[in-house]
RNA sequence: GCCCGGGUGGUGGAAUGGUAUACACGGAGGACUUAAAAUCCUCUGGUCGCAAGACCUUGUGGGUUCGAGUCCCACCCCGGGCACCA
């Protein structure tokens, strides 16, 4: 018996593969295609992580079942190599990134090798290999042509001692990330994608493929897709041709444009709010005349212009503002003239904007005009449903007007609780407002009645309207009660001595504030007490429309909908995503294919002159005034016009990195094709990517720039599909031991090596799938390592246990059962119990005397995704002459899942006390019978007549006394 | 605040509404050994009990059900993402 050696058989067997060329992917139209992606790494100075084990292997496993499973399954491996550690590691050391960058990639191609990853090693990709950006260039004109990449002047995150642009992930808590200085704003031309123009189908299209919720769910929250509509608000100001010529001809009013999700709340409008930076603004402060506090308005301006974007949107930040006087908007709905304000809680870039502030019903404005005093209108009513007397659909609706009464302590801070017997509520106190009867003298009315105290201070409305709608049975009518809410103080303790009948209703107690939050039984009670305690609050849910005229009464998509049509709106979708920043002030990335010439403008580089390449430079410091350095390379800026021959300079910006992982799945398909980036055969046999893992981190950035890139190469005839990727998993992060993040700073990072060297590749890959659930987070830990290891030593002993005879039937129903299970698991990315189930087998079955070569050859099989090497080396010394890749993944056999006998558990009221063995035959009386029959049972029972039998063949009996 | 996850032994974690704690680690005891490692066997949620056994237990509190970790309601805590997005 020999002893099990990872050191031995891994590299043979890596051997092997490589020399069959097994893993190679073919264009064999015979098989029905798989694309199996893991993102592709960058190629760091540390070597493959813990975590890029755990992505790979599973992939890995998928491939490899994939191909028993009969599929022609590409499984591709490429470096994502641009990016800042190799600069910087230049700017440090003058090494050039190429070099680095070769030379790390020398370093993962030989730790994927030794992990025993099916990867395609014919087809690898390099996104800083000229021969491949290249196509990115290619397609970065593409963009160009169909007016998806532009320049515009954009604020970047400017580092004052470095002289450097900042992407936003280089800038960390408002500081560089290299040397912890400030970061400023700068006003700098960035090139920009359009990645907008796709918000709405990167949102709907998800939909169409197999994400994972979450991952939907964080796209879907990115791209921030909500519909409302755009409302003009005209201003009581005329524009006179000398003012503003491209504001409309002599005489028009002047408009201001609103977006709101709210329209029905058009009536509560009270005033408007600008961004500091809305166009508008500077218009205003232009006209001399317009403003009466103009010096006021740009000190504002000014304050918040300097103020950093953290400081701006930081939480709980009091919210400023400054009124525009001299000027005011009419409400389209009312007519009425409102305030307009300037204020920084308004951003400039998403809507139109400017907003109609409602403070009735919107949280920001509700605090702003609290601040500043502004007019609050409640026009939303929230509606409570009473749920003990239901209002009925068949009976008539009537409408009522009522008040519902605080009611206040003459001298202590108490509150009346009114308990009514009847019903068995405990609420404040209510009545209905007579025909023609002013709210207040109802409650005043009702407070005498049905509490006997006479003397009232003051009656006051608290800030909130509701409607309550309920049934009234003896009268068979539904009830939708207006109520108004009513704040009564008494001014002493006079009282009158109630009826018998109103204190038969009525049981009154004085209580503190806390003790009323307590008591008070009805919803819609304890919402006025609350509200009238914090004295008033936004009210943003739904409700029926009060207080706003025709629209009275509407409620939902209606009330939106009458709302718009009312004031002559459009409907309209907004965006949280914006443009996609695309330019670097780099030197390691591609280089942006354009070149500005004196006379033409700016030229792209004409297809034939790609790829423009990168130089070497001596010096990858960046130049004082912020470019790249590759602006200080005279030789390769200056250039010949392509169009006329003139002097013309070479952009020097580059691209960001997410530039090359845009597009590398589909270059994968046909690799080395010159001509193209990939030949329409090609991408028509292999796109889309069946299955593609990565992290969670990307998201919302790799995933979803691609999902952009790639429905923009559909639109222009590209590619042949809308989306990339069919379906999508994510693996969680291995944390290092005791749950932190592992960082080379804190030394508890897990080198993958040293795993391999002392326990092989196949242990690592069996721990990393069986440590805990692949979506999850979960922390290493060096102890647990030894558990799979065991398990690959006990099945390579099961090896020489090997009889040639069949097992009897129990044993095939345990293969069987256990082939379903890893069968199944494995596709739910259940690769934590896959294994779990193939241990449970190999503990059976070690405690036979002997194994069948059937059963030995189906645990191989299984076995082999997961731990290639040594499934290879068993298959191979029991006899066989090729390797498992070419075998067929095992089948279970549906008359073989169920054994004939089953152990049951017997319960009495819901408690175990006895187990059962019954057999397939039995019948439920059978089982009952004898359940019955139990010593056990009959000591439970203790004489008693079981009320109730319950039995579940094959799972349980349930006897309730 | 909003949107996703998640709370189960000493630890990582299993459980189509049907015997909670599978599997693995760790721990205890034993076998083998001069000894140790490796390996193998037994035990291992808690409380009470000599034992037989009983009771309790899946973040908390209610509910539905013959039966709830699982379904419903309310709440607490932890992780991730977004965050003045009108």
Redesign the pocket.
Known sequence: MNSYDPKEIEPKWQKVWEEQGIHHAKEDVKKPKYYALMEFPYPSGDGLHTGHVRGYTAMDIIARKRRMEGYNVLYPIGWDAFGLPAENYAIKTGIQPAITTKKNIENYRKQFKSLGMSLDWDREVDTTDPKYYKWTQWLFLKFLENDLAYKAKMNINWCPKDKIGLANEEVVDGKCERCGTQVEKRVKEQWMLRITKYADRLDRDLDLVDFP??VK??QR??I?R?E?AEIDFLLDFTYDKKANANRGPNGEKAAIKV????PDTIFGATYLVL?PEHPWVTLAIEQHEVLENKKEVIAYINSVKNKEEIE????G?E?TGVELKGVKAINPATGEEIPIWIA????PN??T?A?MAVPAH?E?DFEFAAKFKLPIKQVVAPVFYDKTNPVKPDAENTIRHGVIIIIKHWSEDKYLLDYSPKFNWKCLFTGGIEEGEDPLEAATREVREETGYQNIKSAVYVPFEHIDKFHAPHKNLNRHVFQKNIFIQLADGEEKERSDEEKDLHHISWLSEAEMKKEISLPNHLEVFEIFLQNGKAITGEGSLINSGTLDGLIGIEAKDKAIELVNGTKKT?F?LRDWIFSRQRYWGEPIPVIHCEKCGMVPVPEKNLPVTLPEVAMYEPTDNGESPLSAIDSWVNVECSTCGGKAKRETDTMPNWAGSSWYFLRYTDPNNDAEFASKERLNHWTPVDWYNGG?EHT?LHLLYSRFWHKFFFDIGLVPTTEPYQKRTSHGLILAEGGVKMSKSKGNVVNPDKVVEQFGADTLRVYEM????FE????W?E??L??PR??I??VWKLQYKIEDKDPDVDRQIDMHRTIKKVSGDIELL?F??A??TL??WV?TL??YDSVSKMEFETLTKLLAPFAPHVADEVWYSIGHGHILATETWPDFDEQKLEKREA???V?V?????A?LTTSADDTEDDVKTRALELPEVQKWLNGAVPK?V?V?LG??V?I?V
């Open positions: 919720e979450r769910a964080q929250n990115w921030g909500s409302g977006f709101t999700t709210r961004a701006r949107t930081a939480e930040k919210k920084d809680y308004v951003l998403y809507g904007g907003i919107d920001r907004s949280k969670m919302t069986f440590m805990g659930p999850q987070a979960i922390a830990n102890e647990s030894v558990g065991r398990f030593e006990k259940g934590n119990t294994i779990s241990m449970i503990n070690e405690k152990i049951l558990a319960q009221n819901g408690k175990v006390r187990t109730k319950i579940v799972k349980i349930n309730v």
